[in-house]
């Protein structure tokens, strides 16, 4: 739900991190972590996004594929 613009600028920030994405981890791995993470309810999914910049929100039961795609992506 972020404005294309504001991700960008948030992307072009968090880039300047010293954090980086270790290399070897698989899909699978970050997908259980994912499910037993603190935020997860009744086997869903939930993260904290941003609807805007200083406006989080928490999404629930976010679509397994989804985080799939990104995590891929961050691992490509």
Same mark, same amino acid.
């Given at each position: 739900?972020?404005? /294309?613009? #504001?991700?960008?600028?948030? %992307?072009?920030?968090? #880039?300047?991190?010293?954090?980086?994405?270790?290399?070897?981890?698989? /899909?699978?791995?970050?997908? #259980?972590?994912?499910?037993?993470?603190?935020?997860?309810?009744?086997?869903?999914?939930?993260?904290?996004?941003?609807?805007?910049?200083?406006?989080?929100?928490?999404?629930?039961?976010?679509? %397994?594929?989804?985080?799939?795609?990104?995590? %891929?992506?961050?691992?490509?």
């Amino acid at each position: 739900g972020l404005p /294309i613009a #504001e991700a960008d600028a948030a %992307e072009a920030f968090l #880039e300047t991190l010293p954090v980086p994405i270790p290399r070897g981890v698989s /899909i699978r791995a970050v997908m #259980e972590a994912s499910r037993s993470d603190k935020k997860a309810r009744k086997g869903r999914l939930r993260f904290v996004l941003l609807k805007k910049l200083g406006r989080p929100v928490v999404m629930d039961a976010v679509p %397994e594929g989804a985080v799939r795609a990104v995590v %891929e992506d961050l691992l490509r």
